[in-house]
Nanobody, 115 residues
Framework: VQLVESGGGLVQPGGSLRLACTVS????????MAWYRQAPGNERRELVA????????NYADSVKGRFTISRDSATNTVHLQMNNLKLEDTAVYYC?????????WGEGTQVTVSS
């Protein structure tokens, strides 16, 4: 399974970006989808995860109310809509897909929030 993230870039505080993660296989075969981010000097942290079995979506407190995960099954793409971006949202953002015991990662896309 291959994942390719896109949509990152430079944005001012308060702005928005929409990230995309294109998956090489059908999303219907996946058990969970998630977005993570890693800022310089920090660990990679989960932002949001969708558990398909129970249709549960869990957001980290730091992004709750500002970020929204969605999926387009027709194009096997997972999106992350990011609104009201803050300086502390600057990081490399990674898409993660899980199927049974397997976990797949993309190479990440850089998001920089700066005035």
């Amino acid at each position: 399974v291959q994942l390719v993230e896109s949509g990152g870039g430079l944005v001012q505080p308060g702005g928005s970006l929409r990230l995309a993660c294109t998956v090489s296989e059908s999303l219907f075969t996946m058990d969970a989808m998630a977005w993570y981010r890693q800022a310089p000097g920090n660990e990679r942290r989960e932002l949001v995860a969708v558990i398909e079995s129970g249709e549960k979506t869990n957001y980290a407190d730091s992004v709750k109310g500002r970020f929204t995960i969605s999926r387009d099954s027709a194009t096997n793409t997972v999106h992350l809509q990011m609104n009201n971006l803050k300086l502390e949202d600057t990081a490399v953002y990674y898409c993660n897909i899980r199927r049974v015991i397997e976990s797949y990662w993309g190479e990440g896309t850089q998001v920089t929030v700066s005035s």
